[in-house]
């Protein structure tokens, strides 16, 4: 069944493409955000934009982790104060934090000084869910692309704020493990999850992102591959257990739980660069 790509290709990208075509699986490269007449195809590789626009012509269903489930997460393992509300109510921080949209890039993921600084009604639509954390620094971050309930690959991506994709740690693998014995029915069955060192020494979970949006670093292509084909896969294949899991575009209001809304209303923080969570 043909993988979609979009117009434009990461080296990740083109890493992940030819590891679907030594397995035979077909490939086809988009011009643009549309869908020739025509085109059957059941999986699909690219950002949000392109998948909003793509997946539901095919019939590709994609999966992704609810918006507030970092939020939900036990302080155990995130280190760190997290709420999701509407970025109506972000505007009323009054000091440093961490600002990002939870499934995609409509809000920048930056350290904000204060709600002032985040994107105003003439961008963004004032419904728009946002994570709202507390500012902290990692010393080292690592993906791991999950199906299953299990680490299936992964790899280091960043060391203290910079880029630095190399191999998987074991510690980082262990981490992942005791997440999932714990919570593997609050994510979709094929996802990636960041997490990182903290400066203290602790392991936290740093964000969920899609892993049909995802880059590979250093991970084994084919094993990335697997998860990327479940995680984009036609529609008809989602089983009951992914359904709660489904991507739903155009509804900028989702997945926020009133109680995070009251929470977020009386927090004054937030974060600065993609780097320091």
């Not at 030594?22 to 988009?30: D, E, I, K, N, W």
């Not at 904000?112 to 620094?137: I, K, N």
Request: charged share 25%; with cysteine.
């Amino acid at each position: 069944m043909t993988l979609v790509l979009p117009p434009r290709l990461t080296a990740s990208a083109r890493r992940l493409r030819e590891a679907a075509r030594r397995r035979g699986l077909p490939t086809v490269q988009l011009p643009a955000f549309d869908v020739p007449p025509g085109l059957r195809a059941g999986h699909l590789h690219a950002g949000p934009g392109f998948a909003d626009a793509v997946a539901p012509a095919l019939g590709i269903a994609l999966l992704e982790a609810p918006a507030e489930w970092l939020a939900r997460l036990p302080r155990t393992y995130t280190r760190r104060e997290i709420v999701v509300v509407p970025i109506r109510e972000a505007y009323g921080l009054r000091r440093p934090a961490f600002v990002k949209s939870p499934n995609d890039k409509r809000i920048p993921a930056l350290v904000y000084s204060d709600g002032s600084r985040l994107p105003g009604p003439d961008e963004a639509d004032p419904r728009t869910p946002v994570l709202v954390s507390d500012v902290m620094a990692f010393d080292a971050e690592f993906r791991l692309f999950l199906l299953d309930g299990t680490v299936h690959t992964g790899s280091r991506y960043a060391r203290r704020g910079s880029l630095s994709p190399g191999p998987l740690s074991a510690d980082a693998v262990a981490f992942g493990a005791d997440l999932l014995a714990e919570c593997a029915g609050t994510l979709p069955s094929a996802v990636v999850v960041d997490v990182g060192t903290t400066a203290d020494g602790h392991w936290a979970v740093i964000e969920a992102n899609a892993a049909w949006a995802s880059g590979m670093y250093t991970a084994d292509p084919q094993r990335a591959v697997d998860v990327v084909l479940r995680a984009a896969a036609p529609t008809d294949a989602t089983t009951s257990r992914d359904r709660p899991f489904l991507r739903v575009s155009g509804a900028p209001a989702a997945g926020i739980p009133a109680e995070g809304a009251r929470q977020a209303g009386a927090r004054d923080d937030v974060r600065s660069d993609n780097r320091r969570r």
